[in-house]
T-cell receptor, first 112, second 117 residues
Framework: SQQGEEDPQALSIQEGENATMNCSYK?????LQWYRQNSGRGLVHLIL?????REKHSGRLRVTLDTSKKSSSLLITASRAADTASYFC????????????FGRGTQLTVWP | GAVVSQHPSWVICKSGTSVKIECRSL??????MFWYRQFPKQSLMLMAT?????????EQGVEKDKFLINHASLTLSTLTVTSAHPEDSSFYIC?????????????FGEGSRLTVL
């Protein structure tokens, strides 16, 4: 089964609001990554947080990681219509670098 | 920045035919590439790890004779869906590790949508 599970599955908000997506995983990790996918397109890497980090920022993105709860959250502040996409968390399995397992994703819709 | 190119972006074929999808790393070398499959509104399922110069490593439940993977060079991996059937219709995406990082970040191609009639 896939490693990560996001919730909610779908999120609909207005521009300017914040969007929070959560991810839970099952086994120990070295890092956790978040990716974005526009409809019908490939994925784009957003941010990576290491297992020894608790919080990380990148522009309007804020990621947290709680290894005790095996969970992570992605916060997008001041959302824009262009943020509409699916967001996936991903964790690694095994020693092969880049061999990632993805959660189900959160479909975010931001209304203008 | 590094880019992964995938071709074709979409293909329609008749049942029983074979389809080849190419994945290229445009400005970097990739000894390893990964092939994923995605059904509508679902997550990405890792199919196999493509290894340059050796056999691909398939995930459990993925038929290696059905999904032939060849990593012909340090910049090219191909996925051939053999004797395609309608249930093989899906979105196939390849990826390669970011060469500038050692954390497992991936660059993804734009995906190939396969429709088998």
């Amino acid at each position: 089964s896939q490693q990560g599970e996001e919730d909610p599955q779908a999120l609909s908000i207005q521009e300017g609001e914040n969007a929070t997506m959560n991810c839970s995983y099952k086994t120990s990790i070295n890092n956790l990554q978040w990716y974005r996918q526009n409809s019908g397109r490939g994925l784009v890497h957003l941010i990576l947080i290491r297992s020894n980090e608790r919080e990380k920022h990148s522009g309007r993105l804020r990621v947290t990681l709680d290894t005790s709860k095996k969970s992570s959250s992605l916060l997008i502040t001041a959302s824009r219509a262009a943020d509409t996409a699916s967001y996936f968390c991903a964790t690694a399995r095994g020693s092969t670098l880049g061999r990632l397992y993805f959660g189900r994703g959160t479909q975010l819709t931001v209304w203008p | 920045g590094a880019v992964v190119s995938q071709h074709p972006s979409w293909v329609i074929c008749k049942s029983g035919t074979s389809v080849k999808i190419e994945c290229r790393s445009l400005d970097f070398q990739a000894t390893t590439m990964f092939w994923y499959r995605q059904f509508p509104k679902q997550s990405l399922m890792l199919m196999a790890t493509s290894n340059e110069g050796s056999k691909a490593t398939y995930e459990q439940g993925v038929e290696k004779d059905k999904f032939l993977i060849n990593h012909a060079s340090l910049t090219l991996s191909t996925l051939t869906v053999t004797s395609a059937h309608p249930e093989d219709s899906s979105f196939y995406i390849c990826s390669a590790p970011n060469p500038g990082q050692q954390t497992g970040e991936l660059f993804f191609g734009e995906g190939s949508r396969l429709t088998v009639l």
